[in-house]
């Protein structure tokens, strides 16, 4: 029976688990503890897709912290793996997950998605004079998703590869290769029903026997769902409830299938326990929801599952502890054995790890280390335990490059206006990376500049009638503008057309400073006005609040609070300014660590925060742009843009 397992990941139908996710561990003989290892992980760090294209034939998938996609291979004979070597010239979110799946013995396919949304795939090649090569990158049609988006894949059968993935709108799409198609690329985009989930979020998917695909992933009710497509059918059919199962929003489903048309699955409960659940041919629904020992798991963990030989299945995940621990099941037993340590590694709490089984009753793990190295343990019959860790790759590091915050020097001034009506208590300025969008709580507007005119204006009802407007945010061709009192939001086109409100209930809190979506999950966030300890997260369509996804701040060199403007980065930051004294900090916007603060002096107030590459006339640039109040008295107030460059600006 051939072992085609998907946890956290797809799988291919000979066998290979695909799993990445945001993984962690540490060193050789023993990961480096947190307290040891380098401050490379904080800020997160890159998952690795593991997958076996042919029989103990090992690769190995990650990004690199200058955000490209790196490999690495293992063969047996050799002592290690082969140093990693990039894929070609995309730049991708760092962190992000990689995904490859294996068609056929030999052959390989990956997916990752892009810093605009796109979903991206490279294909092996097999040169004429021997050895390979990989295709430049091309884009899967024309879906949106989020970066550092999970894309999923499978081979369901013989050189036949489908790809999935949750969209900006919160819906799961599909889309499918095969040799037919010739090299024009897949078909898709197809919607998959109509649950929908976190944007960018994990959907894993398992072929359980020839042609046939089961999805699964956690709706916004919290229920673990499936979905299932097969031979004959137009479309998918589902979704339906996991016996029962529920998890966090948008978490991930690990699932595996242990022999033909039979499923296991598992997610993490709302008692932070893991839970299995199973089906079979010949079921009518799904029997479980049971836990699988006591273990402590963070509520978005990741478990993910191999069957390393028909009707075995191992799982792995890391606990609130932080270390990585395994538990098994095979028949015989009554539940599952378990939870040990794997070979006493360390991880982030909840991050996910990569395993597979290359051939029968061999494992093999791999993970990023807390300095954001790759490392890899083993487990074969004989062993009483997980062997390793080894290092993978001769150091190449994963996670994201440290900001150098401290560094971010004044360049110039984009934009200033002087005593005018949108001047007066100038709240912000943002940008979708075309026109600039200034609000102003003195006329009560939002004003829409381009190519150094403006080129119109509106009037913000909620701040005419009486409401303060703070600073905005723009994503996707909205622009986002918070309102206190009464508290809510207003959007409008970026055309300044179709504008719409959405109040929301503050509990009496100082909040709706500033608002801004986060690409990353395509969650609008705020924060309290007064010593954040959090951002908020909502969703952007209905402006229903998601606490599932805040992002709790980690302690910094300054101290933060007037916190009037944020922006996030693509690349997984956010950047938030105060005043008085007026600050920037960034922060990781995976992990929630403040890479950095500094204080600017000679100025008066900072309002907002925006993020875009800029040429002045000197030749000088920036990436970040501050708005300044110049609170003047008795005459109109003043703004200005100013402009700070930053150490390499493409990973900001």
């Known amino acids: ?47 690795v897709g593991l ?23 293992w063969k047996p004979g050799d002592p290690a793996f ?38 991206y795939w490279s294909r092996l090649r097999h040169a004429a004079l021997g050895g390979t090569f990989w295709d430049q990158w091309r884009t899967v049609s024309n879906l949106v998703t989020t970066p550092h988006a999970t894309i999923t894949a499978v081979s369901r059968s013989l050189d036949k590869v489908d790809v999935f993935a949750v969209g900006i709108d919160g819906f799961v799409y ?19 029903g109509d649950a929908q989930t976190t944007p960018g979020s994990q959907v894993s998917v398992v072929s359980r026997s020839a042609d046939k695909m089961d999805v699964f992933m956690v709706g916004l009710d919290g229920k673990v769902l499936t979905a299932a497509w097969q031979p004959g059918w137009t479309e998918f059919h589902g979704w339906w ?99 040990w340590s794997v070979a006493s590694g360390g991880t982030q709490p909840g991050t996910a790890i990569g395993a597979v089984s290359r051939s029968q009753d061999k494992l093999d793990v791999l993970v990023a280390g807390h300095d954001a190295k790759v490392y890899a343990a083993a487990w074969q019959p004989g062993w009483s335990e997980f ?50 969008y200034l609000v102003s709580n003195g006329e009560k507007t939002l004003r829409k500049r381009l190519n150094g005119s403006w080129v119109g204006s509106v009037s913000i009802p909620w701040g005419v009638a009486g409401g303060h407007v703070g600073a905005p945010g723009v994503y996707d061709g909205w622009v986002y503008v918070p309102v206190q009192g009464p508290h809510g939001v207003w959007k409008i086109r970026t055309d300044l057309t179709s504008p719409q409100w959405f109040p929301i209930n503050n509990n009496g809190q100082d909040m709706l400073p500033w608002c801004a979506v986060n690409p990353l999950n395509g969650r609008l966030y705020t924060s309290l006005y007064p010593t954040p300890t959090s951002l908020m997260a909502f969703d952007r369509l209905t402006l229903q609040r998601r606490p599932e996804d805040d992002i709790a701040l980690k302690p910094g060199p300054l101290h933060l609070d007037k916190v009037q403007g944020a922006v996030f980065t693509p690349n997984g930051r956010v950047i938030l300014v105060r005043w008085s004294f007026n600050a920037v900090f960034c922060f990781s916007a995976l992990t929630g660590h403040c890479f950095g603060a500094k204080e600017i002096s000679g100025m008066s107030e900072f309002e907002s925060v925006a993020v875009r590459d800029w ?38």
């Open 1 to 47: 029976m051939p072992m085609r397992d998907v946890l956290g990941q797809p799988l291919s139908r000979r066998g290979m688990l695909l799993a990445t996710g945001l993984v962690t561990a540490g060193a050789v003989a023993g990961l480096p503890s947190r307290a040891l290892a380098a401050a490379a992980g904080v800020g997160g760090v890159g998952p």
């Open 51 to 73: 997958v076996s294209k042919s029989a103990d034939l090992l690769d190995a998938f990650v990004v690199g912290n200058d955000g490209f996609v790196y490999t690495a291979s």
């Open 82 to 119: 082969s140093s990693f070597s990039r894929i070609g010239n995309l730049r991708v979110a760092p962190c992000s997950p990689v995904t490859p799946v294996s068609r056929r013995d030999g052959e390989l396919d990956i997916f990752v998605a892009g810093l605009d949304g796109r979903v």
């Open 174 to 192: 599909t889309a499918a290769w095969q040799p037919s198609d010739g090299s024009d690329g897949f078909r898709g985009w197809w919607r998959v």
């Open 241 to 339: 409830q996991v016996a029962g199962g529920i998890s966090a929003t948008g978490a991930p489903v690990g699932a595996v299938c242990r022999t033909a048309d039979r499923l296991d699955v598992f997610a993490i409960g709302t008692d932070g326990k893991v839970y299995t659940a199973a089906w079979q041919a010949g079921w009518a629904s799904w029997q479980g929801w049971s836990p699988v020992g006591d273990l402590a798991v963070p509520k978005r963990a990741c478990v993910t599952a191999v069957s390393r030989s028909e009707n075995k299945i191992d799982v792995f995940t890391t606990g609130t502890d932080g270390r990585i621990w395994t538990a098994a099941w095979q028949p015989g037993w009554a539940s599952y054995h378990g939870w």
């Open 387 to 436: 062997h390793g860790w080894w290092a993978v790759g001769h150091h190449l590091t994963t996670g994201m490059t440290d900001p150098g915050v401290g560094s971010w020097t004044k360049t110039g001034v984009a934009f200033s206006s002087e005593n005018t009506a949108w001047s007066e208590e100038a709240q912000g300025m943002a940008t979708g990376g075309v026109a600039w």
């Open 615 to 652: 040429t002045y006339g000197n030749g000088a640039k920036a990436s970040v742009h501050i708005l300044e109040l110049d609170n003047d008295w008795p005459s109109g107030d003043d703004c200005y843009l100013h402009g700070f460059s930053v150490p390499q600006p493409g990973l900001l």
